[in-house]
């Protein structure tokens, strides 16, 4: 009989409290015995938007260290691997239940977390990283790569923010817009043009609430996305940059995702500090799944 070493994992559901909405998550309990090459495997394996693997922290100012993985790459950083992650760490009893504050060790560096205690599951929100613009792209050529008419586009013109995963943000008129918007591997490969490294494309529109938004990302492996807490900090420092959006210092909005593909997602936005001076918090509710074991 041949020897397996016993991995078990949960499967989580990240930025919603209904099962099977929201993004789903597997979260290895405990990675020491895994390569980087079996981490990618399993990560194909398993098929989800995001994998993580939790392992013992190398910072002293970490609680744990994360490692995720798309289908095709490991990321930097990633949102609903960071929430969904906190949560297993706290059902682990690693965190303890009553610890409001802490940092998670991601490849980006410490990601400050905080909890929101209240009665059942916590709303776990998550600090972004810095946030840096670079390129604007032309109106057109998003329109025509998304099968969609420039007048439905917003004025603002679409640019790269990233606060570790390079996003393309696409403003448009309307949920219906954004609800017909579609992006394959080939209209990402015109839009980037001689941009070299993997980026997402982020189309929304703003609303009273905040935004209703889908995010594509062929280049992880990912067509589509049900939820993207990395990119949900820039979409908002960029929806405040256009004036999409108030930017009162403490307020509070969401961003729903992942509505169109049936898998409804609600991003929790607080802006600290006056256009996020200090700050932009991203949270979610996460909802467990299933519980089980993978023998290698």
Same mark, same amino acid.
């Not at 991995?7 to 998550?25: A, K, M």
């Not at 189309?203 to 049900?226: C, H, K, L, N, Q």
């Not at 403490?250 to 802006?271: A, D, F, P, W």
């Given at each position: 009989?041949?020897?397996?070493?016993?991995?078990?994992?949960?499967?989580?559901?990240?930025?919603?409290?209904?099962?099977?909405?929201?993004?789903?998550?597997?979260?290895?309990?405990?990675?020491?015995?895994?390569?980087?090459?079996?981490?990618?495997?399993?990560?194909?394996?398993?098929?989800?938007?995001?994998?993580?693997?939790?392992?013992?922290?190398?910072?002293?100012?970490?609680v744990a260290r994360l490692r995720i993985f798309t289908p095709t790459r490991e990321m930097v950083?990633?949102?609903?691997?960071?929430? $969904? /992650?906190?949560?297993?760490?706290?059902?682990?009893?690693?965190?303890?239940?009553?610890?409001?504050?802490?940092?998670?060790? =991601?490849?980006? $560096?410490?990601?400050?977390?905080?909890?929101?205690?209240?009665?059942? @599951?916590?709303?776990?929100?998550?600090?972004?990283?810095?946030?840096?613009?670079?390129?604007?792209? @032309?109106?057109?050529?998003?329109?025509?790569?998304? %099968?969609?008419?420039?007048?439905?586009?917003?004025?603002?013109?679409?640019?790269?923010?990233?606060? $570790?995963?390079?996003?393309?943000?696409?403003?448009?008129?309307?949920?219906?817009?954004?609800?017909?918007?579609?992006?394959?591997?080939? /209209?990402?490969?015109?839009?980037? /043009?001689?941009?070299?490294?993997?980026?997402?494309?982020?189309?929304? *529109?703003?609303?009273?609430? #905040?935004?209703?938004?889908?995010?594509?990302?062929?280049?992880?492996?990912?067509?589509?996305?049900?939820?993207?807490?990395?990119?949900?900090?820039?979409?908002?420092?960029?929806?405040?940059?256009?004036?999409?959006? *108030?930017?009162?210092? %403490?307020?509070?909005?969401?961003?729903?995702? /992942?509505?169109?593909?049936?898998?409804?997602?609600?991003?929790?936005?607080?802006?600290?500090? =006056?256009? #996020?001076? @200090? %700050?932009?918090?991203?949270? %979610?509710?996460?909802?467990?799944?299933?519980?089980?074991?993978?023998?290698?």
């Open positions: 009989m041949a020897d397996h070493s016993h991995y078990p994992y949960s499967v989580v559901d990240v930025f919603t409290r209904q099962p099977l909405q929201g993004n789903p998550l597997a979260v290895f309990h405990d990675a020491s015995g895994l390569q980087g090459e079996t981490m990618q495997q399993i990560a194909r394996e398993l098929n989800l938007s995001e994998t993580v693997f939790l392992l013992p922290p190398t910072r002293s100012d970490c950083f990633a949102g609903h691997p960071t929430v $969904g /992650g906190a949560f297993v760490l706290r059902a682990q009893d690693i965190i303890p239940n009553d610890l409001e504050y802490f940092s998670l060790e =991601e490849n980006v $560096g410490a990601v400050p977390v905080r909890l929101e205690l209240s009665e059942g @599951d916590p709303l776990i929100w998550l600090t972004t990283p810095p946030i840096r613009y670079e390129q604007t792209f @032309d109106r057109s050529l998003c329109a025509a790569v998304l %099968g969609l008419e420039p007048s439905e586009l917003l004025d603002p013109l679409p640019q790269l923010v990233t606060a $570790g995963n390079p996003t393309v943000f696409i403003p448009l008129r309307s949920k219906d817009a954004v609800d017909r918007a579609w992006l394959e591997l080939a /209209g990402m490969k015109r839009l980037k /043009g001689a941009y070299t490294e993997p980026l997402c494309v982020f189309v929304f *529109a703003p609303t009273r609430e #905040g935004a209703y938004s889908r995010m594509f990302s062929p280049e992880y492996g990912i067509a589509e996305d049900p939820a993207t807490g990395s990119s949900t900090g820039p979409l908002f420092a960029y929806m405040m940059k256009h004036s999409l959006v *108030a930017n009162a210092s %403490g307020r509070r909005y969401v961003s729903e995702q /992942g509505t169109k593909m049936g898998r409804r997602s609600i991003l929790h936005v607080e802006i600290r500090g =006056e256009n #996020g001076s @200090d %700050g932009i918090d991203v949270g %979610g509710y996460v909802t467990p799944l299933v519980q089980a074991t993978m023998r290698l």
